[in-house]
């Protein structure tokens, strides 16, 4: 183990507004975000770290996906929230991420050096990789989506948050049963909608043996806590207003599967579908945005992209895809402007580096656009975007060919 408590806290602090912000955001629910992180609070003071600085949030990209950074900040996308029936499946699910954080398996891969390169130059392999579909959009807007800063944890690591996420919840009060009720519900939707859980299985290991070993716990070592009420009707309540908006949630899925895949018409018919339950989704609102500009259609991107920024004023994402849909306009100036808005608000992409270059050049100032693809190169000496801004360089005589 080569890096220290403070190192971990650092990295979390560091890059958590960005990995939220790739994903859309914390949902603007705040009755459900309260109730979230209330019961992750609850449970942080029984864990073998309580002194940490855990928070919890959901966030509103769709997947069915959950995850933490290194120093336990939680995030649970909207698809999880959906998948789940009851309070203790909640408790199940937040109890395994803060397992893995009192286990310290982000901080043993990063020490492996299996993730640190990553971290460093602003993690840029998990969307160019597995979302070759949005092009140089993902590129712009750092291409940090959901668990490329996080571990791809081995099915050791998934048995060990599986015992301590179990025996947190328990401890703080809540019915075992819920552990094996999640798993189930996973096995569910990989029977039902595979794709859907497609990230979740990739970043967490899912397999028999894990739910076997789960169900044993509560009829062993937490039989005394099994019959403790789920608190399913309560879950209900607080979920309530997600779950009226759940077919645009389930229409978000499926469209960023196609977006992925290339296939930008049919995932603009389930964002439309997804937009007309939810015409001020904010999330809904930038993969729309995103399919247009994958069409190459940047004035249609812009309308939707500044609709989201409007509904929520206070996320950063919006700025960086209205500024690349007025780059690609060729309305330089207001995309500049844009860039500079999100580097204001959420310092440390490098990516903005790249663009806000990109406009400088757009507007004739080359002076200025060498500046910020130095800067940018400096940040990341490699890769596509790195090589045209060499050459950019070279062109103009600021390095040589």
Excluded at 204 to 231: F, G, I, K
Excluded at 362 to 385: K, N
């Amino acid at each position: 183990m080569l890096m220290s408590e403070g190192e971990e806290v650092a990295l979390d602090r560091k890059w958590a507004p960005h990995q939220f912000s790739a994903d859309y955001g914390a949902s603007q629910d705040g009755g459900l975000n309260a109730y979230v992180a209330g019961v992750g609070a609850a449970m942080a003071d029984f864990t073998h770290r309580p002194a940490m600085p855990y928070s919890f949030r959901v966030i509103n990209t769709p997947v069915v996906n959950g995850y933490t950074m290194p120093a336990g900040s939680v995030a649970l996308g909207r698809g999880l929230i959906l998948a789940m029936s009851d309070e203790a499946e909640l408790a199940a699910v937040l109890g395994h991420e803060m397992g893995h954080v009192n286990a310290r398996h982000a901080a043993e891969r990063m020490s492996k050096n299996i993730l640190m390169m990553a971290m460093v130059s602003g993690v840029a392999a998990y969307v160019e990789n597995e979302r070759e579909g949005y092009g140089d959009l993902a590129a712009g807007l750092g291409a940090i989506g959901a668990g490329a800063l996080l571990a791809r944890y081995s099915r050791e690591d998934e048995r060990e948050a599986d015992a301590l996420g179990m025996e947190y919840m328990t401890r703080a009060g809540h019915n075992p049963q819920g552990m094996v009720g999640l798993m189930d519900a996973f096995r569910g939707l990989e029977k039902e909608r595979p794709g859907a859980v497609a990230l979740l299985f990739a970043t967490h290991p899912m397999s028999d043996e894990r739910y076997r070993t789960a169900a044993q716990r509560v009829q062993t070592t937490y039989a005394a806590a099994a019959q403790r009420d789920l608190h399913r009707q309560r879950y209900m309540d607080r979920t309530a207003g997600l779950r009226a908006i759940s077919s645009a949630i389930e229409q978000m899925q499926k469209g960023e599967a196609a977006l992925a895949c290339g296939k930008c018409d049919e995932a603009g018919g389930h964002f439309d579908a997804a937009l007309r339950t939810a015409p001020d989704d904010y999330a809904a609102l930038l993969l729309m945005a995103k399919c247009r500009l994958a069409q190459n259609r940047p004035g249609d991107a812009l309308r939707y992209a500044e609709h989201a920024s409007r509904v929520y004023p206070d996320e950063p994402q919006a700025d960086h895809v209205v500024g690349i849909c007025k780059e690609r306009l060729r309305r330089y100036d207001g995309a500049l402007q844009s860039f500079n808005r999100y580097e204001q608000r959420l310092p440390g992409n490098s990516r903005t580096l790249f663009f806000r270059a990109r406009c400088l050049e757009g507007m004739g100032s080359r002076r200025a656009a060498a500046v910020e693809y130095q800067r940018y190169m400096a940040r990341e000496p490699a890769g596509d975007l790195a090589d045209y801004a060499a050459r950019r360089l070279a062109e103009w005589g600021y390095a040589k060919p």
